[in-house]
Nanobody, 121 residues
Framework: QVQLVESGGGLVQPGGSLRLSCAAS????????MGWYRQAPGKQRELVAA???????SYQDSVKGRFTISRDNAEKTVNLQMNSLKTEDTAVYYC???????????????WGQGTQVTVSS
């Protein structure tokens, strides 16, 4: 079985910073793209940032220049450094990874349980 476990959420004032981390564990042969999504109350889940297995990154326009995604393939982790946080960044943040468990042709998307980020004064 595969698990993604997030950490690092919390309450921060506008303009502050938080760092989210996500660790993958279990029966993993290879990890493809990894990313962070978020879902605010009453809204759909949206992609915030993603990183490929070759470290190509992409960001939602609203977080460009403020958030940085990174991964450590040896540790099977993906991180999201969030700076200059705004109230509109408040949401539950979910880690996502595309994982192959046996070296075959099947890749599946896995999700973490989510971590709350609240930006408020």
């Amino acid at each position: 079985q595969v698990q993604l476990v997030e950490s690092g959420g919390g309450l921060v004032q506008p303009g502050g910073s938080l760092r989210l981390s996500c660790a993958a564990s279990g029966s993993i042969f290879s990890i493809g793209a990894m990313g962070w999504y978020r879902q605010a109350p009453g809204k759909q889940r949206e992609l915030v940032a993603a990183v490929t297995e070759t470290d190509r990154t992409s960001y939602q326009d609203s977080v460009k220049g403020r958030f940085t995604i990174s991964r450590d393939n040896a540790e099977k982790t993906v991180n999201l450094q969030m700076n200059s946080l705004k109230t509109e960044d408040t949401a539950v943040y979910y880690c996502n990874a595309r994982i192959n468990t046996d070296g075959g042709s099947t890749w599946r998307n896995y999700w973490g349980q989510g971590t709350q980020v609240t930006v408020s004064s």
